[in-house]
T-cell receptor, first 109, second 117 residues
């Protein structure tokens, strides 16, 4: 089993829809969970990070972590064409950092 | 602040040649990360440093790859000899030490697009 699994998509949604992304992982040492957004031909930029289990909300973005299931999610409400990008999950713990492969999202106007 | 600076932005070389990629982290940041990104494999962490000391180099593919951080403001990633399968975008990122070990607020550079013919 891969350390971090993320379905690469692509995922196409109409403008205004809710985008739901998720990752699963196998390393129980992971304590910090991040979501990065990457536009084409740019470096990733941090969207959100969460420590341990729970929810975190920032504007239209909500991150959820369920450590018991080793499952994390990112929700984007009222999606906009500017949200079209690749979203990568990342996890860190015990000096180990790992990224998902990324999920390409296209928001159609 | 200028952000993380990488050079060159593009590199085209022939198989067997030595390639050196350079990175200048954000001033004051004490973590530095090197990544490789391809369509097939996604973003892969190669190595990261804390206070110029390598912490995890388990992602370095093989002995042809080496990374150094001689001081807090400069790091290199060297590939010798290069092979076509090394073609990828190489990113450098830096962050400030926090309880999460610097992993939660990384700032990425623009990347170096490497093509090995």
């Amino acid at each position: 089993q891969k350390e971090v699994e993320q379905d690469p998509g692509p995922l196409s949604v109409p403008e205004g829809a809710i985008v739901s992304l998720n990752c699963t992982y196998s390393n129980s040492a992971f304590q910090y969970f991040m979501w990065y957004r990457q536009y084409s031909r740019k470096g990733p930029e941090l969207l959100m990070y969460t420590y341990s289990s729970g929810n975190k909300e920032d504007g239209r973005f909500t991150a959820q972590v369920d450590k018991s299931s080793k499952y994390i999610s990112l929700f984007i409400r009222d999606s906009q064409p500017s949200d079209s990008a690749t979203y990568l999950c990342a996890m860190f713990g015990n000096n180990r950092l790992a990224f998902g492969k990324g999920n390409q999202v296209v928001v159609i106007p | 602040d200028a952000g993380v600076i990488q050079s060159p932005r593009h590199e085209v070389t022939e198989m067997g040649q030595e390639v050196t990629l350079r990175c200048k982290p954000i001033s004051g940041h004490d973590y530095l990360f090197w990544y490789r990104q391809t369509m097939m494999r996604g973003l892969e962490l190669l190595i990261y440093f804390n206070n110029n000391v390598p912490i995890d180099d388990s992602g370095m593919p093989e002995d042809r790859f080496s990374a150094k951080m001689p001081n807090a403001s400069f790091s290199t990633l060297k590939i010798q000899p290069s092979e076509p399968r090394d073609s990828a975008v190489y990113f450098c990122a830096s962050s400030l030490a926090r309880t999460s070990g610097g992993a939660d607020t990384q700032y990425f550079g623009p990347g170096t697009r490497l093509t090995v013919l």
